[in-house]
């Protein structure tokens, strides 16, 4: 897999983004806990205008503790969920407590640093996923823009 991440990083370095599409994506799916791989795919999907997909593999580029990534999310108005990778938006800060919160926003822990997706919080029917809460058991409330996580 480093093989075709190699090739996927040296064809979108030379500015053929569209060709560097396949050989990244072989690479992240040989090995889905490839960091670098997930980075450089979103960075790729991003400069085709695939911002959808870019963004659910820069989520797990994070969440596989990839170093820019984070910060790279954060810029986006996006966080990820730290059970399953996916990725999760951000709001802005506001004092009002009835809310209607979007389906994506994430949820962050008061207690510690853990943001959740909503599908986790939840918990999904579909795949009989049960409904996680922080191990810490602090409240969760939805991941700001100003946030650190
Ligand atoms: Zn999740
Ligand atoms: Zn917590």
Do not use: W
Not at 47 to 68: C, D, N, S
Request: with cysteine.
């Amino acid at each position: 897999m480093d093989a075709q991440f190699l090739l996927g990083a040296s064809l979108l370095e030379s500015g053929d983004v569209k060709a560097s599409i396949a050989p990244l994506t072989r690479c992240v799916e040989l090995a889905p806990d490839h960091s670098d791989g997930h980075n450089t795919l979103a960075m790729a999907l991003g400069r085709l205008g695939r911002t959808g997909e870019a963004e659910v593999h820069l989520a797990h580029a994070a969440y596989l503790k990839h170093p820019q990534a984070p910060e790279t999310l954060r810029g986006m108005g996006l966080g990820y969920c730290r059970r399953c990778g996916d990725p999760v938006e951000r709001e802005e800060p506001s004092d009002a407590d009835l809310r209607l919160h979007g389906p994506r926003v994430g949820m962050e822990c008061l207690s510690c640093p853990t943001v959740l997706c909503v599908s986790c919080v939840l918990g999904n029917g579909a795949s009989g996923v049960a409904p996680t809460r922080p191990v810490c058991g602090g409240t969760l409330r939805a991941l700001r823009t100003d946030s650190e996580l």
